[in-house]
């Protein structure tokens, strides 16, 4: 509803879920069809595992092992420990701005609420593992470099950690539903003809927000995992 | 002069009348915020397309002249476009709030 009601003929897995009687929100029910199709995909490609990958399982070797190369590259060999969490973080996204352009479906991340629970996620797990690295010392990156900047660095710094999370949620959210409105916008223009373009510019500009939504949370874990400076 | 003192007059008195549009409620409302989501998604995204065509100007020259850095450029490049981006999303989500979700209109 936050986006102020776009017309949708029919939400099959909404409709479904609600003539069962059981009163969950939308975008609750499009991240499980996003989870069913993920769980589906994963286990079909990890079905038949072979040493000379072909067909699924080479694209996903291909896409995991191209992200994992992404991760390391920036973070370190440290970031092995936190890839499967950001590329959790960037499959989930993709399927879900992706589940958008299925009729029939709505993307979960044109909701605030998606965006919101998996930014705070981002946001507590790059904490914990900034206090699992360095214990007590982790206080140490809010201080900024010398000891008498504190009083200046430490609000600063606090404001700029808790901004991430509302940066997050808002960049993603701002892009899948501003993408879902202009569609609405150009059919009502001229049906077809303007949307089929912009169809193929919102597959790009959503699987690049995917990718940022991943390389920011990447950001983040590489400065709480590497050392304050 | 004269432009920048008719400039300011002219916020100030569309100011003074958005307020009391806001509480009288009327078709006047609806016609403000309008203008006022219009405007604002044009200069967020001009300034927002500004800033980013730099950014994207200065990293197609290190590139040019440096094609080896082009990968930590692009990293750099797709990270500073996102920060710059959220800009106007942030416009994006007034305007939705205004136009949707007006806390001033019961």
């Not at chain 1, 509803?1 to 479904?16: K, S």
């Not at chain 1, 420990?81 to 992706?98: A, D």
């Not at chain 2, 009348?17 to 044009?42: C, E, K, N, Y």
């Amino acid at each position: 509803m936050a986006g102020g009601g776009l017309p949708h003929p029919l939400l099959i897995a909404e409709e479904g879920v609600r003539a069962t009687g059981l009163n969950v929100p939308g975008n609750v029910v499009e991240a499980w069809v996003v989870m069913v199709i993920m769980i589906v995909f994963g286990l079909l490609a990890t079905r038949k595992l072979t040493m000379v990958p072909g067909g699924m399982q080479n694209f996903f070797e291909f896409l995991v092992g191209g992200l994992e190369s992404f991760v390391v590259a920036n973070i370190g060999e440290k970031g092995r420990k936190v890839f499967s969490f950001l590329c959790g973080l960037f499959v989930f996204i993709l399927v879900g701005n992706l589940l958008g352009f299925v009729p029939g479906f709505d993307a979960p991340t044109a909701n605030i609420n998606t965006n919101a629970a998996m930014a705070i996620t981002v946001f507590l797990f790059y904490n914990f593992w900034g206090l699992k690295m360095w214990g007590p010392g982790y206080i140490k990156h809010f201080l900024g470099p010398f000891w008498w900047l504190v009083p200046l660095m430490l609000p600063v710094e606090l404001i700029s950690h808790l901004a991430r999370p509302l940066s997050l949620t808002l960049r993603l959210f701002g892009n899948v539903r501003g993408g879902e409105i202009i569609l609405v916008l150009l059919f009502i223009l001229a049906p077809v003809i303007s949307t089929i373009p912009m169809f193929f510019m919102f597959i790009l500009a959503k699987t690049i927000q995917a990718f940022v939504f991943f390389m920011l949370s990447m950001i983040y874990l590489k400065g709480s995992l590497e050392h304050a400076h | 002069m004269r432009k920048a003192l008719m400039t300011a007059l002219n916020t100030a008195a569309l100011l003074t009348v958005a307020s009391v549009a806001f509480a009288a409620g009327d078709p006047a409302v609806v016609a403000t915020i309008s203008w006022a989501t219009a405007l604002a998604q044009a200069i967020a995204a001009a300034f927002c397309g500004l800033g980013m065509g730099l950014a994207i100007k200065a990293a197609c020259e290190g590139t040019a002249r440096n094609p080896e850095a082009s990968g930590k450029i692009t990293v750099t490049l797709i990270l500073g476009l996102a920060f710059l981006e959220s800009l106007a999303i942030y416009g994006l989500v007034i305007n939705l709030i205004l136009l949707f979700a007006n806390p001033y209109m019961g």
